[in-house]
């Protein structure tokens, strides 16, 4: 099917890629300072399902039907850093509440409780005029890796930390 200009040119305003607002509510372990995480954060994934489908062979014919459906799991978060270290000070505190060896050169260590350390993340998409159109909220994070966002060197660049945070499920929603 083709479409003609005057078709396309009647879509309304599309979704941009760079009006968003992330934030974090927790955890209690480490709270983040959300305003200053969503200031330096660049980009962000987006919360993903995957549907499986169940095969059942019938007379000769292959039939499909829904079945089990698991959360991807996993999201990543870039951020830039200052020379305070904002976002380094924030995501390691919550590194350190999921590990904090007991004494130096010891390999015992301790952590907080699992519900001192989740979090949520809500993620919001807005139009060009600033207001919500979709929020994602991510339920139940952990903190499951995080970068420094470079290395020691010549060059000239910024530190780019990056967070790897796993959820156990998200909500979407249409604003």
Not at 133 to 149: I, M, N, V
Request: aromatic share 8%; net charge negative.
């Amino acid at each position: 099917m083709n479409f003609s200009a005057n078709q396309v040119n009647q879509l309304g305003d599309l979704q941009t890629t760079y009006n968003w607002i992330i934030s974090f509510n927790g955890p209690s372990a480490a709270p983040i300072a959300s305003e200053d995480l969503h200031l330096r954060c660049t980009s962000t994934s987006i919360p993903e399902r995957t549907s499986e489908l169940l095969e059942v062979q019938l007379h000769g014919h292959t039939l499909l039907r829904p079945g089990k459906v698991t959360q991807n799991g996993e999201i990543t978060l870039n951020f830039v850093d200052d020379v305070d270290a904002t976002v380094m000070t924030n995501l390691r505190a919550i590194e350190q509440a999921m590990w904090s060896a007991d004494a130096e050169q010891d390999s015992k260590g301790t952590r907080a409780d699992y519900s001192e350390l989740k979090f949520n993340i809500t993620m919001i998409l807005q139009d060009h005029k600033d207001v919500g159109k979709q929020t994602y909220t991510l339920k139940d994070c952990l903190l499951k890796l995080l970068s420094a966002g470079g290395e020691l060197n010549s060059e000239n660049d910024f530190f780019k930390p990056a967070l790897t945070v796993s959820y156990n499920y998200f909500n979407w929603k249409k604003n």
